[in-house]
């Protein structure tokens, strides 16, 4: 059993940076991934960045070249800096751990708004 706990929400004006944090309690089966997703209101659930239990790195083409997703060297913590906040980047945004082996599971953080606005 897995638990995620995400830090680092929060307001900021446009331009504007914040760092999440997702910390992973368990030992998770090997290969993994562990990614953001963000929710709007009014739209679906869309990733944002994710890495892989070996270090690749997957983003949607919005964030790319303005967040990036890294983890420390266990990947029991995951990051997510991001930089030139925009207002299109306000939303809830969920920690993700995803068995992608044979071995298959999937958890999800509680959650933390990051809302964008001057």
């Known amino acids: 059993q897995e638990e995620l706990v995400e830090s680092g929400g929060g307001s900021v004006q446009p331009g504007g940076s914040l760092r999440l944090s997702c910390a992973r309690s368990?030992?998770?089966?090997?290969?993994?991934?562990m990614g953001w997703y963000r929710q709007a209101p009014g739209h679906e659930r869309e990733l944002v960045a994710s890495i892989t239990s070996v270090g690749g790195t997957n983003y949607a083409d919005s964030v790319k070249g303005r967040f990036t997703i890294s983890g420390d060297n266990a990947k029991t913590t995951v990051y997510l800096q991001m930089d030139s906040l925009k207002s299109e980047d306000t939303a809830v945004y969920y920690c993700n751990l995803k068995g992608i082996g044979f071995i298959k599971y999937e958890y999800w953080g509680q959650g933390t708004q990051v809302t964008v606005s001057s």
């Open positions: 368990g030992s998770a089966f090997r290969p993994y991934t």
